[in-house]
């Protein structure tokens, strides 16, 4: 079992790590120590986030295959893929043999209401974001990670109440929720010992992908963007959802529990 609390002992994969919570999840583990692999399609965004967090030496980004001991604590690794082919997960997973997996990325969804959605833009999220979460959980299982391994999915406060301007969006980050916790399940019938955990981030217009949104519903019920938002507090930042994840990772995975709302203010266990 890894000893909790000393994430700099741990590589970490973030999916979806090249801007927005990712970017933010991404180095709040590096400034923590961790080695991070930072795994998005847009390599220009990858290599500026790697700067900003530590230099890689030449030998290790020359070279096509990297072991884990040869990237250093601290520092950022990106790596360019689309997390959504299903042979990528398995091959990450067994380049980088991680502690802690989190899963970021997803598609935004476009924000019209429901009947002008086609069956298209209404299923992107599914065919994005539920079928990332598939195919990552599933190889962490069949892998398996090694004991104490973390995997954290982030769904959607969307989940909870529904989000009617964003097509499938909703459901999809529920089935996200869903199969998360059907992985915790499997990993305890096989004694795995690894923790599954959803992470459901309130709307922010901190992100390219949660602006429109803010906007589109600040439209909607005749409120300015910033009276849309007041009720809902401090809103939640890049910044914010790193250090809460962090806090997370280095939590008793046994107080830990299946699912949390995540605001600016932190985390709050979900029932
Ligand atoms: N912002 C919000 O208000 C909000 C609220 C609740 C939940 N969330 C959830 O939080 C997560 C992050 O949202 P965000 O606002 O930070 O979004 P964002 O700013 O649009 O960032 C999305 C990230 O996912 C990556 N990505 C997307 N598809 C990918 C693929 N196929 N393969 C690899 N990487 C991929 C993007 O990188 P590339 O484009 O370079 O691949 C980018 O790094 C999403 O799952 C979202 O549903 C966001």
Redesign the pocket.
Known sequence: MLAKNDISENTTIV??????????IATAFADAGARVIA????GA??GDLAEDAGVIRPEVADVGVIRPEVADAGVIRPEV?????PT?AGTMLDRYDPQVLI??????PLMRPLQHHTWETFSV?WH??VR?AFHWLRETLLKPLRPGGQVIV?????ALNGSPLSGG?AGA?ST?RFITSYAQDEANRAGLEITFTAV????????????P??QAYAARSGQSEEEYLRPMGEP?T?QA?GTALVKLVRADPGATARSYLLTGAGLQELT
Not at 81 to 85: C, L, P, S, T, V
Not at 200 to 211: F, Q, Y
């Open positions: 999916v979806g790590a090249s801007r927005g919570l990712g970017r933010g795994i998005a399609r847009s965004a990858l893929a689309d997390a959504a082919d990528v899963l970021v990325a997803g598609a935004t999220n994005t974001d990332m982030i769904s959607s406060g969307a969006y980050k996200q459901l981030p309130r709307i922010t217009p901190m992100t390219a992908l949660g602006r949104a803010v939640l890049p959802a």
